[in-house]
């Protein structure tokens, strides 16, 4: 009984960390997005004011 429940919590442990690399990387990169697409709006601010 014990191996089944370690294999289950194991198989959890691996899906949890599968899924916090998966969300933090997908934060890293949409705030990079974010700050680049600012930066241009930033560079092009005379444009957009006239």
Do not use: D, F, P, W
């Not at 899924?19 to 241009?40: E, P, Q, T």
């Amino acid at each position: 009984m014990s191996e089944k429940l370690y294999k289950a919590i194991n198989a959890t442990a691996i899906c949890s960390l599968v899924l916090g690399i998966c969300i933090l990387s997908s934060g890293i990169v949409s705030g990079v997005l974010l700050i680049v697409n600012g930066a241009r709006l930033l560079k092009h601010k005379s444009i957009i004011l006239l």
